[in-house]
């Protein structure tokens, strides 16, 4: 039963992961573009958009923010296999379970740190100088991304240690398969 709600979980996670990089890949990119287009075209009639790099910037900011943790879901971060691949199984699934419990780590401290500078920025009052916008809305994709990131990387911590343990009990003492 726990094992069924577990897996539920893990779908939901992958499945909002996906979507919010779907969103950031496409809606935000084509407004990117479009007005990028727009910006260019009206530039040529003295009509150019006021403040578009800015916008296109934040923009940028909010996709990649959004589609870190996808990136995270389908493995697609760098990882280092020259050194795990010579070792047995269950030693590299150690292995595994360490480095993804690391970058949990590390992601929750960005996110915490990131979050604790933009609340700080928020407080300086100040505005960005072609739209006006409040200065930490530019952290707010920042923290974002690794804040969306925590769950995923905890489903995938969770998976890796449930596959270090179903390795442990498919072998028996003499090495056999039970």
């Known amino acids: 039963m726990a094992l069924n709600a577990a897996e539920r979980v893990y ?10 990089c779907l969103l950031a890949g496409v809606v ?8 990028t287009c727009f910006d260019v075209i009206g530039r ?7 403040g578009i790099w800015e916008a296109v910037t934040l923009a940028m900011r909010w996709m990649i923010g959004l589609a870190l943790p996808f990136a995270f879901w389908q493995g697609s971060h760098i990882t ?3 050194f ?5 199984a ?17 992601v929750a401290l960005l996110a915490w740190q990131i979050t604790a500078r933009m609340l700080n920025v928020r407080g300086y009052g100040g505005v ?5 916008l409040p200065t930490y809305f530019d952290w707010v994709p ?3 991304g690794p804040l969306l990131s925590v769950p995923v990387l905890l489903c995938l911590f969770w998976r890796e240690l449930v596959r270090l343990f179903d390795q442990g009990r498919s072998v028996s003492a003499n090495g056999s398969p039970s």
């Open 11 to 20: 779908d939901a996670v992958g499945a909002i992961a996906r979507w919010l």
């Open 28 to 35: 935000l990119l084509v407004v990117m573009g479009f007005a």
């Open 44 to 50: 040529n009639f003295g009509m150019g958009i006021p």
């Open 80 to 82: 280092v296999e020259l």
């Open 84 to 88: 795990t691949d010579a070792l047995p």
């Open 90 to 106: 269950r030693l590299k699934q150690f292995v595994i379970v360490v480095s993804a419990f690391v970058t949990l780590a590390v």
């Open 128 to 132: 960005t100088s072609d739209l006006g």
């Open 142 to 144: 920042l923290a974002v």
